[in-house]
């Protein structure tokens, strides 16, 4: 299996500072894409970030960033100036591409609960 | 806009009941996803379906049953439900497969069977 792993079951950050999440994943596939979903305490799962396995630079969205490193399968979460609403649990996910064994569906890692401090 | 929606939000059945989640969606988007969360295993796909009348198996498909004759329809049948299939059920969609496509989930149903 092309496996999704995050190996910070709980992080803990002070408000107003930046945090990273760790995610590392495998794959065979030439083409794919890396999304992170929040999962706040209500449940639902929204939608953060994506980078393209093809993308030159590193995907931001606000306060939002990927650090991206193909040759290393890594696509770690970087959150900026951490509010207390960001105390949610993280979900690092991959896409495959045309041709692989996970074309259309999404791989999910274990998640990384994120507490951040007053 | 409506966007993703599942019924019901919360359940509760006993073991070997027949149970049906219902998902439905406004986008018109092609594929659709059910998952289930379980704690220490993430979410994983159970069935998913690429268009109107074509559905497949993911990880975990054992004792779902899943069928899709209109586009904007994915209801999960749990056939005979067993204290296993306790879990949080999300529904998912994207607009097509391609491994750039985001899916947008639904804001799921707890199901407890007792």
């Known amino acids: 299996a092309q496996k999704i792993t995050q190996t910070q079951p709980g992080m803990f950050v002070q408000e107003k500072e930046a945090v990273t999440l760790d995610c590392t994943y495998d794959?065979?596939?030439?083409?794919?894409?890396l999304f992170w979903y929040k999962q706040p305490s209500s449940g639902e799962m929204i939608f953060l970030i994506y980078?393209?396995?093809?993308?030159?630079q590193n995907a931001t969205e606000g306060r939002y960033s990927l650090n991206f490193q193909k040759a290393r399968k890594s696509a770690n979460l970087v959150i900026s100036a951490s509010q207390l609403g960001d105390s949610a649990m993280y979900f690092c996910?991959?896409?495959?591409?045309?041709?692989?064994?996970?074309?259309?569906?999404?791989?999910f890692g274990q998640g990384t609960i994120l507490t951040v401090h007053p | 806009d409506a966007g993703i929606t599942q019924s019901p939000r919360y359940k509760i059945t006993e073991t070997g009941r027949q149970v049906t989640l219902m998902c439905h969606q406004t986008w018109s988007h092609s594929y659709m996803f059910w998952y289930r969360q379980d704690l220490g295993h993430g979410l994983r796909l159970i069935y998913y379906s690429a268009a109107a009348d074509i559905t497949d198996k993911g990880e975990v498909p054992d004792g779902y049953v899943v069928s899709r004759s209109k586009t904007e329809n994915f209801p999960l049948t749990l056939e005979s439900a067993t204290r296993s299939q306790t879990s949080v059920y999300f529904c998912?969609?994207?607009?097509?497969?391609?491994?750039?496509?985001?899916?947008?989930f639904g804001p799921g149903t707890r199901l407890l069977v007792l």
């Open positions: 980078q393209g396995s093809y993308d030159e």
């Open positions: 794959t065979s596939d030439q083409s794919y894409g």
């Open positions: 996910a991959r896409r495959g591409g045309a041709g692989g064994t996970s074309y259309g569906k999404l791989t």
């Open positions: 998912a969609s994207s607009s097509a497969g391609a491994f750039q496509e985001t899916q947008y």
